[in-house]
């Protein structure tokens, strides 16, 4: 029977409200500025390689424009079009491949048919969260808190704190989920290996920063990928990501038949690695202002 055109054939992503992120609280003032990235080459209508995904088609909302956090916005992004575009061509090219056709076809990797993005800047508490529209799951919504975009500090880390979390929201449209079923932490420590690979942690972030258990969700788990794709090889999170479209997620048989072997195992060696290195020397960062640990709800 033919579809209605409106209906995708492949599984959709479900992002539950509860499933969003509220995103780290601003760093006190005193934490050192980080340079802003800069955009990559790429976008809409780009000639990259990567410009063969579907780029979905991108909205801006303001609710209130008298609020000083549309002001702080509007005044820290020199072009949000750019930036937008830019944060998603980042993320499809961390999570899909885009190289050659030869390696496509050997590796095929499948974006969720994410149709639009629509960014509303409204007031709210927490920090960001994003969500499918009742109709069409296919239309995703990111919410971001104006209150949180006021209390950026300093001003020289707005417009990277800015692009860190709609990069992370992105993910959130863009991702798999073991139809479902993939732990929490796991989502939101995919959505933030990406915001890591693109240049754009929060100081407050720390390598090592372990956490309790593997999927602690957020840079705990985040780092724990980095370590992954650093012993398995570039593009192992793409995996992970292409397994969680295929299948629903179920522990074993997830890590087992993409990695072989347990996650419990993965995270201990991982530990494993990070007891090496304390061993070795400090870390340039030990010696910095310690940051409060962020507040995560
Ligand atoms: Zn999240």
């Not at 975009?149 to 863009?174: D, K, M, Q």
């Not at 910095?288 to 709800?297: F, G, H, R, S």
Request: hydrophobic content about 30%; aromatic content about 8%; proline content about 10%.
């Amino acid at each position: 029977m033919p579809l209605p055109p409106l209906t995708s054939p492949v599984p959709l992503p479900v992002f539950m409200p509860g499933m969003s992120y509220q995103h780290d609280a601003p760093p006190p003032p005193d934490a050192e500025p980080t340079p802003s990235p800069l955009p990559p080459s790429g976008g809409p209508g780009s000639s990259s390689s990567s410009s063969s995904f579907d780029f979905p088609k991108l909205r801006l909302q303001f609710h209130d424009l008298g609020h000083p956090g549309s002001t702080i916005f509007l005044n820290s992004l020199a072009s949000p079009a750019q930036v937008f575009s830019t944060a998603v061509q980042n993320v499809l090219s961390h999570l899909y491949s885009s190289s050659t056709p030869a390696q496509k076809a050997h590796h095929p990797f499948h974006p969720p048919p994410t149709r639009s993005v629509t960014l509303i800047l409204r007031s709210m508490t927490g920090v960001a969260y994003t969500t499918g529209i009742d109709l069409d799951d296919d239309h995703k919504e990111i919410h971001l808190s104006l209150e949180y975009v006021a209390g950026i500090n300093p001003a020289a880390r707005r417009a990277h704190e800015i692009t860190g979390v709609l990069t992370h929201e992105l993910v959130h449209c863009h991702q798999w989920n073991g139809k479902g079923a993939a732990p929490g932490g796991l989502v939101e420590g995919v959505a933030d290996w990406v915001r890591l690979q693109c240049g754009l942690a929060p100081p407050h972030w720390k390598k090592g920063d372990r956490g309790a258990k593997w999927d602690a969700g957020y840079q705990h788990t985040a780092y724990f990928l980095e370590y992954l794709e650093g012993r398995f090889g570039k593009g192992t999170v793409r995996r992970l990501n292409e397994k969680l479209r295929v299948e629903k997620y179920e522990e074993k048989a997830f890590w087992t038949g993409t990695l072989g072997r347990p996650v419990q195992q993965l995270w201990e060696d991982y530990g494993k690695t990070l007891e090496t290195k304390s061993d070795g020397g400090a870390d340039p960062q030990d010696g910095k202002t310690a940051v409060n640990e962020a507040t995560q709800t």
